[in-house]
């Protein structure tokens, strides 16, 4: 009896350990790469579109689809995933031999995910494919999470059909988004869909931030790649309403019109009542001697009689300016050209029904028509009202480049040479393709970059450039004309024939004449320093063969024009400080942020011509190692909110890539920081804004980061007012002290002694501020913060006084415990606001 119940009460722990061992087992078995049971990682094969029976010479498009059987997404952007090919290749040729996610696709446990491969016969026989979905390692090697599935195969002699259909994959990032194709939904994201007939197609993905429409054209066997990324994916920040062009009642809309011409022509009747006057009363005499004072003696002299009003009128050219953004398209896509006018008078102007404030500036756009490969330039008409009240016309001068589908290729200006008494012009041109090309009789190999050598002619005109045509030939008599723009002009040839002064005397002449092209600039520097060092004896340099006296050097590839939307900073970088020894690598197109250790820039790697976020820096007398510790607790830091390093070098100079941000538009101008915005904003969007930035910020807390530095101009947006964190690297200042000009401080940072050391608060603190900053468009006071809060500025904004009251208090024992605590809140407030869809009027500060 007693062995019976000892046996009852050892039976159910007995029961349990079988049990626990059994998991424990299957457990391990899957981290040790086994696939039974529960793993982290898993795939499981679906079902494939792999003929058994082939033709020899036969090319198809297949595609093996596999589900994700694991606990974790299969991505392609922090870990890499994707279906590896292996087996006799003989016989046959699988390509790709590894198939990757499309980059910036997730599959989730329980998803299935289609890849594509393209697969040529060779010989007849029999074959066995082999497939298994793997995790690509950085350094190329693969580690199998599934088992490999065998497909069997016959290849036999025959007539080869050719193809009459191809793939198209369709990728949303980490959401799911419905995509239709022609008009009919197929599915949601991410998708690939095979079959579909040659021609061209419309892709539709309808999702959160827009609808995306984009037309594509399928080859046969070809597979086509669309990302979910509509050009206006952004949203704008409304901070003023215009109540006569806003207003539905047409008929107030013709009162309110009426009124201002009457009030108009009464102005204009009082003006010229008030001029009528002054001369009758011969004052007029009186005004010009009194303006003639001022003119400098060298001009008065010139014995003209309206010298004074002559030189008023020169220079009321300069009281708007007009600074074109070299454009950058693709085949095929929608191209705006855009122009920064900034408004350098003391009075409003009007231009395209948009007023610019005196010592501001709006960013215009226009559309471009021309789909031909090259590059271009184009003039176009701007009329705007001035300072006057007149109407006045601008013609601006547009530069633009359209990369070509095919041949999938980039180039850039590199140098100019002289040889053989002849001026030579090297272009760069970066073979994207899988097939060679020949650029007129240079041949370029698949995958490489070779220079071109076009021989310059003496130019006719004072332009600042010229564009010279370069015949492409590839894949069978397939051909193209490309135009390639050259920064060659007349001072180029004078400098080569040794006119150092008439070469110069031409560059300043062209700068004086308006001609707003930087490149002259930068070429005028270059001239001066070359005429100063021949009149000290130097001599110039042999570059190109130490057998060919008469070969010498002359410029190198110089940088387009800079655009600094959004940037209110006192002191703007210009590309005179972008380093030299980075012009090989991107070409810098704008400025997007500066701060106190460096600037981050809108570059276009030379590469791949990818459009990328750089960041210059520029560490001071912070020591580099505490530099480069910081960068690379930076580079671990993996979220949405953060901004993420693709890549960073020390040599030549210390340098960061990041993808680039797509900014946010505030009345019709991009800004791509905080620092750049118009306060105060909409609660609802500086709430958006917040939620995201408390995000980022409780991730690094949990991965034992402190930022420490948080301010506007290290806080960029993204799409959706999605915002990125930067300046992880200027948290190192913060080990020595609070650096100079800080935003904003806590009490810990300025008086440790009296409030404690800095930690996970101090950056609860800096939110608190930033929330502050963008309601209410003041900065918080330094020695009181909670002296004014938000319900001091505008009376329904109480509700934020709590959140403003535990984020900033001098007692860190009185703030928010954890970032969470704030999360919670700032969710609480934007559900309210985002319920009520409040809009909120504010004056322009």
Not at 816 to 844: C, N, P
């Amino acid at each position: 009896m007693t062995g019976s119940n000892e046996w009852s009460y050892l039976s159910p722990i007995l029961f349990f350990l079988l049990i626990f061992s059994v998991l424990i087992s299957g457990v391990c078995s899957d981290v040790t790469g086994g696939i039974p049971g529960i793993s982290y990682y898993g795939g499981e094969f679906s079902t494939d579109t792999i003929p058994r029976t082939l033709i020899t010479g036969q090319e198809i498009q297949v595609m093996i689809e596999f589900r994700n059987s694991g606990m974790t997404a299969w991505e392609y952007d922090v870990e890499k995933f994707g279906v590896q090919y292996s087996g006799d290749n003989s016989l046959i040729n699988v390509d790709p031999l590894i198939s990757p996610l499309q980059k910036g696709s997730r599959v989730h446990s329980g998803q299935s995910y289609q890849f594509p491969f393209l697969i040529t016969a060779y010989n007849p026989g029999h074959v066995d494919l082999q497939f298994a979905v793997v995790k690509i390692l950085p350094s190329g090697k693969t580690t199998p999470v599934s088992d490999f599935t065998v497909i069997p195969v016959e290849i036999s002699e025959g007539v080869v059909q050719t193809g009459d259909s191809g793939t198209i994959q369709v990728s949303g990032g980490d959401s799911h988004f419905p995509v239709a194709l022609d008009g009919t939904h197929v599915g949601v994201t991410p998708l690939t869909i095979p079959g579909i007939s040659v021609g061209y197609h419309t892709i539709t993905v309808d999702g959160n931030e827009g609808v995306m429409e984009q037309k594509v054209q399928v080859l046969p066997n070809s597979i086509i790649e669309v990302t979910y990324s509509p050009e206006r994916s952004f949203i704008t920040i409304e901070t003023k309403k215009s109540f006569l062009l806003d207003n539905p009642d047409p008929v107030l809309t013709l009162i309110l019109s009426n009124f201002f011409i009457i009030l108009g022509l009464v102005l204009t009747l009082t003006a010229i009542g008030v001029c009528a006057v002054v001369v009758m009363t011969g004052r007029l005499k009186r005004v010009k001697y009194v303006v003639s004072q001022i003119i400098p003696p060298s001009i008065s002299k010139k014995g003209k009689r309206y010298v004074s009003i002559v030189k008023k009128r020169n220079m009321s050219k300069e009281e708007v300016k007009f600074d074109p953004i070299a454009g950058l398209f693709h085949q095929g896509e929608k191209k705006i050209l855009k122009v920064k006018v900034f408004n350098k008078g003391l009075k409003e102007i009007i231009i395209d029904n948009l007023s610019i404030p005196p010592g501001e500036f709006r960013i215009l756009i226009r559309e471009l028509m021309d789909d031909d490969p090259g590059d271009n330039a184009t003039e176009i008409d701007f009329t705007f009202t001035g300072d006057d009240g007149k109407e006045k016309n601008r013609v601006v001068h547009f530069q633009y480049r359209i990369l070509s589908k095919v041949p999938d290729l980039s180039w850039i200006f590199d140098k100019f040479y002289q040889k053989n008494d002849k001026i030579i012009a090297v272009i760069k041109i970066n073979n994207k393709n899988l097939f060679d090309l020949t650029a007129d009789t240079t041949t370029i190999k698949a995958g490489e970059e070779e220079p071109v050598e076009l021989e310059m002619e003496d130019p006719d005109n004072d332009a600042s450039s010229i564009f010279r045509k370069i015949s492409l030939s590839f894949k069978e008599r397939s051909s193209l004309i490309i135009p390639v723009r050259i920064p060659y002009n007349k001072g180029i040839y004078l400098y080569f024939s040794r006119q150092f002064t008439e070469s110069l005397e031409w560059f300043k002449q062209r700068i004086e004449d308006g001609d707003s092209d930087p490149v002259l600039q930068r070429y005028k520097n270059l001239v001066e320093k070359k005429l100063s060092d021949t009149n000290n004896g130097g001599t110039l340099k042999s570059s190109v063969s130490d057998n060919d006296s008469k070969t010498a050097t002359i410029i190198k590839n110089q940088s387009p024009s800079i655009d600094v939307t959004g940037s209110n900073k006192s002191a703007i970088p210009t590309f005179s400080e972008f380093p030299d020894s980075l012009l090989s690598l991107y070409q810098p197109v704008s400025l997007v942020s500066t701060d106190r250790m460096g600037t981050i820039y809108h570059a276009i790697k030379s590469s791949d011509s990818e459009s990328v976020a750089l960041r210059i820096l520029n560490p001071g007398n912070v020591p580099i190692s505490s530099v480069e510790l910081q960068i690379q607790a930076w580079r671990s830091l993996k979220h949405q909110n953060i901004l993420q390093i693709k890549y960073w070098e020390r040599d030549p100079v210390y340098f960061l890539e990041f993808d680039l941000p797509s900014g946010a538009i505030q009345k019709k101008r991009r800004v791509y920081t905080l620092a750049d915005l118009k306060v105060p904003i909409p609660p609802s969007a500086a709430l958006r804004i917040v939620r995201g930035l408390a995000h980022g910020i409780a991730y690094t807390h949990r991965q034992g980061v402190r930022h420490y530095l948080l301010e506007p101009s290290v806080i960029l947006l993204d799409k959706g007012l999605n915002p990125k964190i930067s300046g992880f690297d200027t948290s190192v200042l913060i080990q020595s002290r609070i650096p100079d000009k800080c935003w904003i401080a806590a009490p810990e940072q300025s008086d440790p002694d009296n409030y404690g050391n800095p930690g996970k608060k101090t950056d609860i603190y800096q939110v608190g501020a930033i929330f502050y900053y963008l309601i209410t468009g003041l900065m918080p006071s330094v020695t009181n913060p909670l002296a004014t809060l938000p319900s001091d500025h505008k009376a329904g904004y109480s509700k934020f006084d709590t959140l403003i009251s535990n984020c900033m208090s001098p007692d860190k024992n009185q703030r928010y415990g954890e970032i969470d605590d704030l999360m919670q809140e700032l969710d609480l407030l934007y559900a309210h606001f985002s319920q009520k869809q409040e809009k909120v009027s504010y004056r322009d500060a």
